[in-house]
């Protein structure tokens, strides 16, 4: 086990026309020992690149990455004791679940054949597929496929997981549950795992750190509840969260955020964050927008809305709301799921002004952050 | 009501329900399918007599039984013998022998060579600017016919001194006519490589990328991963090389006759010995010709029957 660095780590590649397409862009990223950081960002923003760079299997172009304190830019892949987990799981077909996983072993290591048995024993029972270890993967659910391929990185005992979307094949069900386990599994054997997915749930409930990446640049690199409260930027705020947060253009006017629909008054902390700005983005998640029956704004925080559509998931309601009578563009705000809300109701939707985020406008940096002094301080909520 | 009228109603309600379905069955045969069906059968029949004619009249006895049957038509009791297939066995029985010395190791290495070149042409890291020449040339090879290269080939086996080369089997008491038997093998050898590389090379683009970088990833090194991943996970593909192979190998005449020329050396295979064969001054001997044929034939029957199975898979992917 040891530290993982990503130094400045670039790829590009030459296109057949002799353009360069530059898919990962100066990543730098130090991945502690025995951490769980997961790259997340939308498909082909690079995160997979970056993964195949440290594996080996792609070539980096430029920039360092060293394991535990000494470079393996240049190493084969088969000498980097790295392990990985592929999205179609990569198992050998001709191979029983038992071959599988010592095949590894076999070529790497000069173990005895009794050593072997038994760490793949170890495997097999940490992951509950003792029964499975002599089928071939033909016999196999998708499920099962996917702990035979946990197991084959897990006997390997390597310095490093990587992982590379291994859960998107599974159904929704079985995918939670692989998700929980994946974690325990992780803290049990304390290995430092880069994990890749696109999905922020998994990113936000498995990583220790989270990287977001998109168009081959690091946009934040932080825990989870820090790119949820703390986004750098728009593409952050936007893509961790779900549903996403709403985002409003607007001008600064003095105290006043001047919106196409609406006019809002910023509170003092605020005002001082986008001094020099002109526009801004003004963004609020969901769950933070108060709704409440009623027609009359109380002050410049409330807008009288209607309700456009209500999307029930029991434990809570997606209400997207439309200003006005003109239901075009409607943002979202989150309900308790026993309140009763329906289409066509108007409604007041305030935005608490100690939970909005503001973002330059044209370059997506993030200038104020909502503030948390309603977390408990007895448990800091980063 | 007794028993024996119950049983006469369902029989009655039978016999009806077995007629409407049979009206029914009569009125889908319209004319486009009776016409399929027809055309069908035609075409089987196109395609079986010649097997079918030959089969029989193997079994009859010559030149009475050729000339007084119809040539599809089975021997009659009088014109029936075994005679023949007794006379082309004895024939043709070294032939095959020798066949099969060249046929079986110029196939299995053939194929074994096709299948590196395709790995190493498919999955290892090389730039596209080398590796198109090494294609291109191996995929002309398909290309370039036998009769092409008779004359350079017999100057180039001309040229090399293999017989000298391989004293000490003549010491061994081998006839020195085997050279040829050694010619053919390497000669088939170097014609197969470029189809079975072809062959090889469209069933490893297809492997999973992932699985070979898993290999590596697992500490594999190039040769480790086709010993133990893609050998193994090719073996539909090197039944249908294999089968393709040796029909191609045993069937072939035209290299027997430039490298071992007559029919009365030793090491004459069996293409040799059966194009003589019932040949005389006073005609064809049809049934001991159809005979030959056949048992030439066996070998390559049971080589597809060997891998069938697998054939099958082959072809399907």
């Not at chain 1, 929980?180 to 599994?185: A, G, K, S």
């Not at chain 2, 049957?69 to 029936?80: E, I, Q």
Request: glycine content about 8%.
């Amino acid at each position: 086990m040891a530290q993982l660095e990503l130094d400045a780590v670039r790829k590009v590649f030459t296109d057949d026309d002799g353009s360069d397409i530059v898919a990962v862009d100066d990543v730098t990223v130090d991945i502690e020992d025995g951490e769980f950081l997961v790259l997340v960002g939308p498909s082909g923003c690079g995160k997979s690149t970056t993964l195949r760079m440290v594996a080996g299997l792609e070539t980096a172009s430029g920039g360092d990455i060293r394991l535990g304190g000494r470079s393996i830019v240049g190493q084969k892949p088969q000498d980097r004791d790295i392990a990985m987990v592929f999205q179609s799981y990569a198992l050998y077909p001709h191979m029983t679940s038992r071959e599988n996983m010592s095949f590894g072993l076999e070529e790497s290591t000069d173990m005895t054949d009794e050593e072997i048995d038994e760490r793949v024993q170890n495997a097999a029972e940490l992951l509950d597929i003792p029964e499975l270890l002599d089928r071939k993967p033909a016999e196999l659910s998708g499920g099962q496929q996917q702990r035979v391929a946990l197991g084959r990185a897990i006997v390997r005992d390597p310095e490093v997981f990587l992982m590379d979307e291994p859960l998107s094949n599974l159904d929704a069900k079985l995918r939670s549950q692989m998700r929980t386990e994946l974690q325990r599994i992780q803290e049990d054997l304390d290995t430092t795992t880069v994990y890749v997915t696109h999905d922020q749930t998994e990113a936000m409930t498995m990583g220790d750190r989270i990287a977001v990446l998109d168009g081959g640049e690091l946009q934040q690199a932080g825990t989870p509840l820090e790119c949820y409260h703390r986004p750098a930027n728009r593409f952050v705020a936007g893509f961790i969260g779900e549903p996403s947060m709403n985002f409003f253009d607007a001008t600064v006017r003095g105290d006043r955020l001047v919106a196409d629909r609406f006019e809002y008054g910023l509170r003092e902390a605020a005002v001082n964050d986008v001094a020099g700005a002109e526009g801004v983005t003004l963004g609020i998640r969901p769950e933070d927008v108060e709704v409440t029956p009623g027609t009359e704004p109380a002050d410049d925080n409330e807008f009288a809305t209607v309700v456009d559509v209500v999307e029930p998931m029991g434990n809570e309601n997606a209400v997207y709301l439309g200003f006005g009578a003109d239901p075009t563009d409607p943002f979202v705000a989150t309900v308790g799921g026993m309140r009763r809300v329906e289409a066509g109701q108007r409604v007041i939707a305030r935005f608490p002004p100690d939970a909005i985020h503001l973002f330059d406008a044209t370059t997506g940096e993030a200038l104020h952050s909502r503030s948390l002094e309603d977390a408990d301080p007895a448990e800091p909520r980063i | 009501m007794s028993d024996a009228t119950v049983d006469d109603a369902d029989a009655t309600g039978r016999t009806e329900r077995l007629g409407d379905r049979l009206r029914a069955e009569l009125e889908a045969l319209d004319a486009a399918r009776v016409g399929v069906y027809a055309a069908l059968f035609a075409l089987t029949a196109f395609y079986l007599t010649p097997i079918e004619s030959g089969l029989v009249s193997a079994f009859k006895t010559n030149p009475a039984g050729i000339s007084s049957t119809l040539p599809f038509a089975p021997p009659p009791l009088r014109f029936f013998t075994l005679e023949k297939w007794r006379t082309a066995i004895t024939a043709l029985g070294r032939g095959m022998v020798n066949s099969a010395l060249y046929a079986v190791p110029a196939t299995i290495v053939s194929a074994l060579l096709g299948s590196f070149a395709a790995y190493g042409l498919t999955q290892a890291d090389w730039r596209a600017r080398y590796k198109a020449p090494v294609l291109a040339m191996l995929v002309a090879g398909i290309f370039i016919p036998y009769q092409a290269v008779l004359v350079p080939l017999s100057q180039f086996w001309g040229a090399i001194p293999l017989r000298q080369l391989l004293t000490p089997l003549w010491v061994l008491g081998v006839p020195s006519a085997y050279t040829g038997i050694v010619e053919l093998t390497i000669t088939h050898v170097a014609y197969g490589i470029p189809i079975c590389m072809v062959l090889f090379r469209s069933y490893y683009r297809n492997l999973s990328e992932e699985m070979v970088e898993a290999a590596r990833l697992d500490g594999a090194t190039f040769r480790r991963v086709y010993r133990r991943i893609v050998f193994p996970v090719s073996t539909p593909m090197f039944a249908v090389v294999l089968i393709y192979q040796f029909t191609q190998i045993w069937n072939d005449l035209l290299f027997a006759l430039i490298l071992v020329s007559t029919e009365s050396s030793p090491a004459a295979p069996v293409v040799l010995i059966l194009a003589g064969l019932g040949e005389s001054m006073e005609g064809q001997d049809f049934a001991l010709r159809m005979a030959g044929a056949f048992v030439a034939a066996l070998p390559t029957l049971i080589v597809y029957i060997m891998f069938g199975e697998e054939f099958a898979d082959g072809v399907a992917t």
